[in-house]
């Protein structure tokens, strides 16, 4: 017996309640549009998530914002939620060839020529990331050709070094969580051009690294979810499918049903094949929900009663070519009242220590970060790990990684509205697509889109 109930006729249903859609529903609701948001998982925030370790607030998946990112910030300014710098005092560290060592800035120190190096490869590839349109990939020139490279065959290519290669190979875990060799150059130059060049990327002061949330990431979609009202966001429930027909759509999931003027769907572009859409959107969307999959991107923290490291002179900031953490940060609260350290695990060694148990992933994290910090970082009085992979809906991140080849034929498709239905979600972004900033900005679009498209409807429904 169907015991669902009848259809509810809305607006707008909005799929995925991660920043990217709960800021398109926002607002659609602000422009006076009935709207209701559908949620697969349990909880809101999709890849930003939050927990309490030990005393210190954690943030699982999106954590930093820097300059540029005028949208995340101005939302999170809206719904009150604070910012404070992340701590950057002191010197940053290397563990490199088995050795550890002290450095300054962005670019690990790994002596004069290799640093000459690596500049180098930077340099080539700012430029060439600054001929490709943020937004329209496709239109750059020798756009084939790039996407026929990967960001690994390019390095060979211009004659890198093994230490450059690496460091690039870090920033690539970290950035994709994926293998430079496992990308398309064309897609890792569009990245680097939407967020602004590679310092903006990549930097902690003056980059994307620069500040965190007081009461984290999470609160922000906890904030927009709870402003949108009692009712309007439905928990586990994810989207099975959309009918389209005519100029409605019927949205169903386990127990809900909504027939809605305009979909947007916000879920990352993996996700997007999970949801069965009629009429069918066509081959080369269908590919790309297939063809670009999540990269794989999990993080380690680690609590103690203080931050440690500062006392020594240190950031809390370092790359390990050993892992399993590449990166690290002091991810301490503002007034340091307990010590937090965030270890980013991402790429091969990701795809190596997720699989491992909980004790053994612990014991590998806190050993490298004691490589790093020396011996009090193995006793922490909190730890915690994060796998993205294993989030039924979320099934990886930080954003979505393409294989060469795979970007030229299916990019247009990522934002093109198929019938009733419009694309959010980071991914869809063209400027800092990938992060909190371009989940925002892709949901305010999708949802100008669908107010335009509703407004154009009514007048021609009048005349
Ligand atoms: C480890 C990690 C670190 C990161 N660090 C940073 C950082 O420091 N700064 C930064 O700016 N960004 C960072 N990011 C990226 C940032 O978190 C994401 O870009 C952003 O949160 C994506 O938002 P979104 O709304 O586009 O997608 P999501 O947050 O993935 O939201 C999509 C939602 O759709 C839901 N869903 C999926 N399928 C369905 C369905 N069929 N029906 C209904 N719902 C469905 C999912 O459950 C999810 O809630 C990080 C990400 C990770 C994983």
């Known amino acids: 017996m169907n015991t669902k109930a009848p259809a ?35 909880r809101v925030g999709g890849r930003v998530r939050s927990a309490n370790v030990a005393g210190a607030h954690l943030d699982l998946g999106g954590t930093f914002v820097g300059p540029t990112q005028d949208r995340i910030i101005a939302l999170s300014e809206e719904v009150g939620v604070k910012r404070f710098a992340t701590y950057v005092e002191g010197g940053n560290l290397m563990h490199w060839g088995g050795t550890r060592r002290s450095y300054r800035g962005t670019i690990p120190s790994i002596g004069p020529i290799a640093l000459v190096d690596a500049g180098r490869i930077q ?25 026929a490279q990967s960001l690994g065959s390019w390095m060979r290519a211009h004659r890198a070094t093994a230490s450059t290669y690496e460091i690039f190979a870090i920033a690539s875990r970290a950035t994709w969580g994926c293998e430079p060799d496992e990308l398309s150059l064309l897609h ?18 003056n980059g994307a690294q620069e500040e965190h949330f007081v009461e984290g990431t999470h609160e922000i979609a906890a904030r ?5 009202g009692e009712g309007r966001v439905h928990l586990s429930q994810p989207a099975l499918s959309i009918d389209q027909t005519g100029d409605v759509a019927l949205v169903r999931t386990p127990d809900l049903e909504f027939l809605a003027r305009r979909v947007v769907i916000a879920v990352p572009v993996w996700m997007r094949q999970r949801i069965k859409v009629t009429p069918s959107l066509g081959p080369d969307a269908v590919a790309l929900g297939q063809r670009w999959p999540g990269g794989v991107l999990s993080k380690a923290y680690a609590v103690y009663d203080r931050p440690f490291w500062r006392d020594f002179g240190l950031s ?35 795809r190596m220590w997720d699989s491992l148990p909980e004790d053994e992933r612990r014991l ?18 909190g730890y915690l790990d994060q796998r993205w992979v294993t989030e039924e809906w979320v099934g990886g991140g930080p954003c979505a990684a393409p294989a060469p080849g795979h970007v030229l ?28 900033d ?11 889109e669908v107010i335009a498209a509703v407004s154009n409807a009514s007048i021609t429904d009048k005349n």
């Open 364 to 381: 590998r994290a806190l050993n490298g970060f004691a490589e790093l910090f020396g011996e009090q970082a193995r006793h922490p009085r």
């Open 438 to 448: 371009g989940a925002v900005r892709a949901g305010e679009r999708a949802a100008a």
């Open 123 to 147: 340099s080539a590839l700012d430029k060439l990331s600054r001929s490709v349109p943020p937004g329209r990939p496709w239109d750059a020139p020798n756009a084939q050709e790039l996407d």
């Open 8 to 42: 509810k006729t809305v607006d707008v249903v909005v799929v995925g309640a991660g920043l990217s859609g709960l800021a398109a529903a926002r607002t659609l609701q602000k422009a006076g549009l009935d709207v209701h948001v559908i949620e697969a998982a349990d």
């Open 188 to 205: 890792a130059l569009h990245y680097i051009a939407m967020a602004g060049g590679l310092d903006l990327l990549l930097d902690t002061k």
């Open 224 to 228: 927009v979810a709870a402003e949108l």
């Open 409 to 436: 034929p299916y990019a247009k498709t990522l934002i093109e509205p198929q019938h009733l239905i419009h694309w959010a979600g980071t991914e869809t972004a063209d400027q800092w697509s990938g992060f909190m």
């Open 316 to 350: 809390g900031q370092a790359v390990s070519d050993r892992g399993p953490a590449v990166i690290t940060f002091d991810a301490s609260p503002e007034d340091g009242s307990v010590g937090v350290l965030l270890g980013f695990i991402g790429g091969k060694q990701a």
